[in-house]
């Protein structure tokens, strides 16, 4: 977010920045979200909702998870979130105790240390390298948890920064060994819909003790909507239900109700798609030419994940010099990995064709003298 800040900032003195630092869609939101948005504009007042979402919302999210994975799901159990961000407090604050020892897998995505450890909750690091694809193995969790016992996991697939994504045995092998162990496990599926070769599976599809958090933010280009949502076991959505009421009293209703439009906005959302899988295809090929090369091939999300070591040893330093230099912005590895993360870098290709051509084109010409 502050390059995010720094690279809004030189746009606005009137200099073109390619944004590559943005996890978040560059298309607009789909017509029948904006017309139902409208529509419910012109109706009358917009008040809260019950603090769980609107029940029409949560039956409506509940179906998703039978038509995409075959799994049924009780709209009871669904809790409607400001975005993936106020679900995991809710999901922490209702799951964790101070002290509770958690892991994440690094490179992962920096505000579940930063949640967690606002809360209290220790935070454990299960470090990936791409030689394993950057995924998280149910051995890892047995072995880390055999050393000192974990109260929770926390994993996203298809993940960010990598974009690489668990497969459906060891997702299922995961889900099996925490619940063996008695581990609570969160599993993040907001890249769920952006992949670019298998789809992804739901960890509900291995049992109903798993937490899902997910949103309408990626897939669905809602990011500035605030909405998202829980799948709870059912001994959770009390608890989850009293913390809302005080925290926030309900999400947003007027995203509440145009985020039950999205699920009608397919052809449109797949054609946001074929756009990041053109600008993929793109960054694949061309990256590795200008010495980019180091990275696992995206499963999903829209992020590269490369290592710069040739280049720097210091990534922080390095994107703020790429920003300044050559007007790319793009966000630096320590973001994402404390140990190891200064010498890599993520590049979101959620931007335009157009925009990721000439992102290429001056980090070609920046590069040897990075």
């Known amino acids: 977010m502050e390059v995010f800040k720094e690279a809004a900032g030189l746009a606005a003195q009137g200099r073109r920045i390619i944004r590559m630092e943005a996890g978040e869609p560059s298309t607009p939101v789909p017509r029948i979200v904006r017309e139902t948005a409208i529509a419910a504009l012109n109706a009358g007042p917009i008040g809260y909702t019950q603090s769980l979402g609107l029940p029409s919302l949560r039956a409506r999210i509940a179906r998703h998870y039978q038509e995409v994975y075959g799994v049924p799901v009780p709209a009871e159990r669904v809790a409607v979130t400001t975005g993936s961000s106020g679900g995991f407090i809710l999901a922490f604050l209702a799951l964790f105790d101070p002290g509770a020892r958690v892991a994440i897998a690094a490179p992962g995505y920096p505000a579940y240390r930063n949640i967690l450890e606002a809360i209290g909750v220790e935070v454990v690091t299960l470090s990936t390298s791409a030689r394993d694809r950057h995924v998280v193995t149910a051995a890892m969790i047995e072995a880390e948890h055999a050393q000192r016992p974990l109260d929770g996991v926390l994993l996203m697939s298809p ?212």
């Open 159 to 370: 993940a960010n920064p990598s974009g690489t994504m668990m497969d459906a045995a060891t997702l299922r092998d995961i889900c099996e060994v925490c619940a063996r162990l008695d581990i609570a496990f969160v599993s993040d599926e907001i890249y769920h819909g952006l992949t670019y070769g298998e789809p992804a599976q739901t960890a509900l599809a291995f049992g109903d003790r798993p937490v899902v958090v997910n949103s309408f933010s990626k897939y669905y280009c809602m990011t500035g909507w605030r909405i998202g949502w829980l799948v709870l076991p059912e001994d959770l959505v009390r608890p989850v239900e009293r913390l809302a009421q005080n925290f926030a009293i309900s999400a947003p209703t007027l995203s509440q109700i145009a985020a039950e439009a999205a699920f009608d906005a397919r052809d449109e959302l797949e054609a946001v798609k074929a756009g990041y899988a053109k600008n993929r295809a793109l960054l694949m090929e061309e990256l590795p030419r200008i010495g980019l090369g180091d990275f696992h091939p995206v499963d999903g999300a829209f992020y590269v994940f490369t290592d710069v070591s040739r280049f720097t040893n210091d990534s922080l330093d390095f994107c703020r010099r790429m920003l300044n230099e050559a007007g790319v912005a793009a966000t630096p590895g320590v973001d994402f990995d404390r140990e190891h993360g200064s010498s890599a870098v993520r590049f979101s290709f959620a931007g335009s064709h157009e925009d990721m051509v000439e992102g290429v084109k001056r980090l070609r010409d920046w590069l040897p003298r990075a």
